[in-house]
Each structure stands twice: as structure tokens, then as C-alpha cells.
């Protein structure tokens, strides 16, 4: 491990333009992979990690012996998980480069992994899987790329690590990730937008933060270059408008007469973007109207974009409640969002008690909630290749393409198109626990 | 609306939100969520930067209309005058209901049984806002936790299951995915959401100075009589008297974090502006709760197990 003067400086003054917003990611692979290595040299190289707790895992480093922190004990988790060996849950954690803030998303490798995966995927930009150098491209690492892919991670980072442990080799990088690319090509995940190998050295820092002095052959960015250049999702294509309404301001009890007639739709952009006067429609109802004014607390905005929440007040009066959707423009019948009274998705079960096809669930999407029967179990994906088999029953882990049949219609877009609009979960009603997590196709 | 409104504007950044209006973004959908979701919920409001932040966003969350949840503090009876009368006036220049359970009347009742007098309050705070809950039925509570101060909150969702003892449990937690939230509880269960899990201490003091929020004026640096001890620094007050042979000294200090006087201390600073904060900020070498907290240092998992019983 490097010493502490190895710190790099990061401006506080970003110049207007030059900050890069916020980016959420995931790290796949297990801990033999190097994963909380990595990302405790990625939080000690942009200085997430402070005096004390750096301390505090020298300590720890020094009890079992070791000369050195160890790294990986920055990720270490509860007293729960501890005590029985195992990492039990994702953990979220945090830095910032001055230009852009960073959110990861770091799911454990082996205890439910589909499900911690899914987890950490579904809020995630980019993911980051990782490769030992020394075992090159397993199983796993297929697994991992399949199932980003399948969430909607529109950029996959292939991190080669303990490249210190096979003597720094070009060509065994060269190797892998010609593996990877051709893999990658035959599993149709090309159409991610972008799939970056790059080889380092989680242990010694060498291309994360640092380039380092060991892999000169590499000319490629290093891990920390990439992050701080990948685009933002809804940044690289225009997506059209989705409004889930969240709640309704009425606030006619207010002394203001002004404020007698308000009402706002209050909720999220969830793609796309709206300005004051633009034709929108209320799904599932079908009504249309043009938007008034965008407002948000006492501020008046012109336009609104995706991610930002926002009120909107709309032309004419209509009866709109949370978990209407609202969406530019008119729509045509057979146009999207499709309006569903029976859904096809792949769905992931999280539960361990298996889905009952006898039981009513309740779906969740967007701000809607209604009641749904599982209509078919189309095929279920083997858990290790993804290949499609027969199978009836769900039990937990597994992902399956299903049909549920719907009590109430939903404004629904296919997930691959849109992440938002194109989601749900499951939630069971006896035990108000969430048991599953759904992909419209 | 209120009278006066900036002009209309729109986002500036070529590569969509920046990180604070992203985060803000994120933090009033979250709480329309908890509106939408929860038949009766409330916000914990303590008079700390944290809840600060969070009446702020409230307001851009449900203004023009009312809060949809009152303020709840529960106060141990060992806090700073300076953040209580802070806490009164915020609540009143809001014009939001704010109620008040004092952990003082658990004792009284004989709910809270302290080892000693001298026994910190902090962690029987779980007890008064148990029955702050049953006795408002409330089903949600809003607080202001993040996931960067702490390795157990870090694994916390951010709508958080209690069950009817008000017992967190790490190892069964419901799966959140997408921003799909799920607050349903049965009768006596309750949800804890925490709309600024995603902030860090940083971004934190970042928003309120882009929002040019008021704080306490202990957040700033003042002279304050002080003890060191085991790396920090121990305030002198009538409730944590010097003793003998201790060395009082008197020096420029702030409180990264406030909250009862018997565990919280202060640090070494001369920052006397938000700018200035968030410039120690952005160079300390300590984290926020090592720099300040006596609870967190007793052991490895001290906030691990005050969740589980309960603490919010």
C-alpha cells in the first residue's frame, strides 16, 4: 500500500459546465476477485476515507498480522455479517472527485447474488466486473455481464485485476479481453453502448486513480478516467416524457383566494423533458390538456428535464390522482405507453417462500398499485448460463419470463426502452414484503 | 405562491442534473413518496443540520400546500438551548405543527430507567419515540440519517422496516429496487424513510449554502471551555462538570454535529461561515462521528444495536 502523501488533490471550484452531475454504479464479482480492494483503493485514492478510519483498519490489518492496511477491511459490514462469515446485503457507498459525485453500489458475491445483483443493478448506470488476471473470464463473469445487461447498465467496465500477480503481462490481458469481446459479441450485449476492458492493480493502485509505472503498454484510460467520462443516464438519447404522479396540492384551506383553484401534480420526470405549453395526455384515462406552469416550491421553471422533481399545473380541470401517468403529446391508440391488462416480463423472484400462481399479488409500477394473478410461466433462465428452460414453479433466485393478468390497467413501456416506466415489483400482501422484481418485455 | 418569484430558469448542466440538484431531486421524491404512501406520518425535525436540510426540501417537496406531517422531536432533556430555541423558531416561522416528547416524561413514567444519573439519555430516546409513535399512530417516520455516517446505515434502506417493537433487522430487509418504494405496514408496524441517504456530510453543508439555510450558532466556530479527552474534545457544562484534575481549557471550536450534550463534542475550528465549513470539510482527516460521537466509539457495532432496538 502506497503512502498517504500519494493523495491526489481534487479542485473544489469546478468551473460551470465542468460538473459531471452524479454517477451510480456497481461493483460485480466476489471477494477472491479483489472487489473490496478495489473499492477501498478507489475511496482511499480520491480521499473518501478519513484519518480515523483508516486507523481504525490498521488496527485491525495489524491484529491479523498484516504489514500493510489492508484495504478490503473498508468494506467490512455489520456485526450480523461478521459474525457469521458472510456478507449478507448491498452497501452503498460515496465519493466525489469535485467534478462528479459517485454513488456505488456494492453487492456481495456469493450469498443470494441474483438478488443483491438485481438490487444494486436496477439504480446503477454502469457496472464494474470484475476479472482475476490470474483465472481470466469464468462463468461468473458471464453471469454478471448477462444480468447487467438484462437491468439496463448501459456501460460495462471489465476490471482486470491483480494484474501485480502475473507480472504486469500484456498479453495475458490481451487474451482475456479478446475472450471477453468475443463472449460478449455471442451473448448479444454489444448493444450495451459501451464495453471497456481495462487491466489493474486494485493492491498497489496502479490504473484506478493512478496510471502507476508498471503497465506502460496500456494506453487505454485508466479505471477513474472512465467513470468521470461516461455519460449520465437519459444523457445520449432522447427519451419521451413520463410523469408518474406521485401526489396531489390542493391547498384550498389556505388564507391565499389566489390559491383556492391549485392544483398541482406533483412527482418526478422519469425520462424526457416538458415546457409550459406542450400537449400532454393523462394515462390510463386518455384525456388530454397542455401544461400551465412548472413549479417547484416557490421557484418557476420554463422547461423541466429528466430526474428533476417537479408540480405541474395543467390547463383544464381534470380529475388526475397519484398513479395517473402523464406524457407528452397525444396519444394514439396502439401507440406507447401501452395501456396493459396483462403484462409479460421477466421476473425475478426474491422471495424464499416460491410464487404461488394460486395467490393474488399486488404489482407495483410507478405510483400505481393493483392487484395481479400470474397468468404463465413462459421459461425460467438457468441461474449460471441464462439459457431458457421449462420450469412451472419460482423459487427464490430464480428469473423467469412470465405473464400476470391484471385487475386494473397500466401505462406500461417495454424495459429496455424505458428503466422507469417499464419496471414493477411485487409485493405480497399477507406479509406487505417485497418478493419480486419485474422487467416489462 | 409566495410574492416574490425568481425567473423562470431552467438546469444548466450540458450532462444533465448536478449532484445537488440531483440529490434534492431524489430527497422530494422521496418524501411525495411517504405522502403519497402513508396514511400518517412525520418528520423528525431535531434542529440539527441534517433536519434542517430536510423541512427545506419538505417545503420545495409541498409548497404552495400545507406539510402533509407534523415536526416530531424527541427531546432528552439534554440538548443546547441554542438548538431548541432554534427548533421553536424554524417550527413557527414555517407555520407546521410541532410536537414535542421529552424523554425527561419516559423517566416519570418509569419507561426509561437510567444505571445512573449520570447515565447518557441518547440511546433511551428509542423508548419516548416508540410512544411518541403509538401514541400518534403514526405509521412513517421521516429522519434525516445518511448512509455515509455510519457502516450499519450504510446497508439501510431508505424506507426502513420496524416491526411493532420498533426493532430494525439487517439480515431481513425488504429488497428496494428501482425508486419503487414499498411502505406498506400492518397495524402498530411502522416505516422509517430516510430521504437524504444518499448525502454525504459534504454534500449536506454544500446544500445549505446553496440554499442559504440559517443553523444554530453553535455549527459555528465560538470559544467554549473544554476538556481533552481520549482525542476529543468534552465541552464544560453544568451537566458534564470537569472533574478533578482535569485541564480545562478554553478554545475556538464547532459542532460538526449536534445532539445531547452528554455525548456529543465539539471540534477544533475557526470557521465561522458555511464557506469556510465546507472548506474543513473537504480537507478533513476525520469522519464526522469519530470527530464527534462518545456513543459511536464504545464499540465496533454501537449503532448497529441501537437501530435494532429501535433508534431511529
Known sequence: ?441 | MTARLPEPQAIASRDGLGHLDWLEAEAIHILREVAGQCANPALLFSGGKDSICLLRLAEKAFRPGRLPFPLLHVDTGHNYPEVIEFRDRRAAELGERLIVRSVEDSMARGTVVLKSPTESRNKHQSVTLLEAIEEFGFDACIGGARRDEEKARAKERVFSFRDSFGQWDPKNQRPELWNLYNARVHQGENIRAFPISNWTELDVWQYIEREGLALPSIYFAHRRRVVRKNGLLQPVTPLTPAKEGDVVEEVSVRFRTVGDITCTAPVESTADSVAKIIEETAVSTVTERGATRLDDQASEAAMEQRKKEGYF
Open chain 1, 1 to 441: 500500500m502506497s503512502a498517504i502523501e500519494h493523495i491526489p488533490e481534487f479542485e473544489n471550484d469546478v468551473p460551470p459546465g465542468e460538473n459531471r452531475g452524479l454517477l451510480r454504479f456497481l461493483t460485480c464479482g466476489s471477494v477472491d476477485d479483489g472487489k473490496s480492494t478495489l473499492i477501498g483503493r478507489l475511496l482511499y485514492d480520491t480521499k473518501a476515507i478519513l484519518a480515523d478510519t483508516l486507523h481504525a483498519i490498521e488496527k485491525t490489518s495489524a491484529r491479523r498480522g498484516l504489514t500493510a492496511a489492508d484495504l478490503s477491511l473498508l468494506t467490512d459490514g455489520l456485526q450480523a455479517e461478521r459474525e457469521q462469515g458472510i456478507t449478507i446485503d448491498v452497501a452503498y457507498r460515496y465519493f466525489t472527485t469535485g467534478r462528479r459525485k459517485y454513488i456505488i453500489a456494492d453487492a456481495p458475491g456469493h450469498e443470494q447474488y441474483t438478488r443483491n445483483m438485481v438490487t444494486a443493478a436496477s439504480t446503477a448506470d454502469l457496472a464494474i466486473i470484475l476479472v482475476d488476471a490470474r483465472r481470466g473470464v469464468l462463468p461468473q463473469t458471464k453471469r454478471h455481464s448477462k444480468l447487467a445487461h438484462m437491468m439496463g447498465i448501459e456501460h460495462l467496465v471489465v476490471a482486470v485485476n491483480k494484474m501485480d500477480l502475473v507480472g504486469y503481462d500484456e498479453a495475458t490481458f490481451r487474451n482475456i479481453e479478446a475472450e471477453y469481446l468475443h463472449f460478449a459479441t455471442r451473448a448479444g450485449i454489444t448493444d450495451i453502448p459501451s464495453v471497456t476492458v481495462v487491466p489493474l492493480s486494485a493492491v498497489n493502485g496502479d490504473m484506478v486513480v493512478e496510471r502507476g509505472e508498471r503497465l506502460g503498454w496500456y494506453e487505454g484510460p485508466t479505471l477513474l478516467e472512465i467513470l468521470e467520462s461516461a455519460p449520465v443516464a437519459h444523457a445520449e438519447h432522447a427519451e419521451p416524457f413520463r410523469f408518474p404522479v406521485q401526489y396531489v396540492c390542493r391547498p384550498q384551506q389556505s388564507t391565499d383566494p389566489k390559491l383556492h383553484d391549485y392544483r398541482g401534480y406533483m412527482g418526478r420526470i422519469e425520462s424526457g423533458e416538458i415546457a409550459v405549453g406542450d400537449d400532454v395526455t393523462i394515462l390510463p384515462a386518455g384525456r388530454t390538456t397542455r401544461v400551465e406552469a412548472i413549479h417547484l416550491g416557490c421557484q418557476l421553471f420554463e422547461r423541466a428535464v429528466a430526474g428533476q422533481s417537479v408540480t405541474l399545473l395543467l390547463e383544464d380541470e381534470i380529475d388526475i390522482s397519484r398513479g395517473d401517468l402523464i406524457v407528452a403529446g397525444k396519444v394514439s391508440h396502439g401507440g406507447t405507453p401501452r395501456i396493459a391488462t396483462e403484462l409479460r416480463a421477466d421476473l425475478c423472484w426474491l422471495s424464499e417462500t416460491p410464487l404461488d400462481p394460486r395467490r393474488t399479488y399486488l404489482v407495483r409500477h410507478t405510483t400505481r398499485t393493483v392487484k395481479a394473478k400470474l397468468a404463465a410461466v413462459h421459461h425460467r433462465f438457468d441461474i449460471h448460463t441464462l439459457e431458457r428452460q421449462q420450469a412451472a414453479q419460482l423459487g427464490v433466485n430464480d428469473i423467469a419470463e412470465v405473464s400476470f393478468r391484471l385487475a386494473a390497467p397500466l401505462a406500461v413501456d417495454a424495459y429496455e426502452r424505458n428503466r422507469a416506466t417499464g419496471a414493477f415489483i411485487v409485493i405480497d400482501e399477507t406479509t406487505n414484503n417485497t418478493v419480486g422484481a419485474g422487467m416489462v418485455v
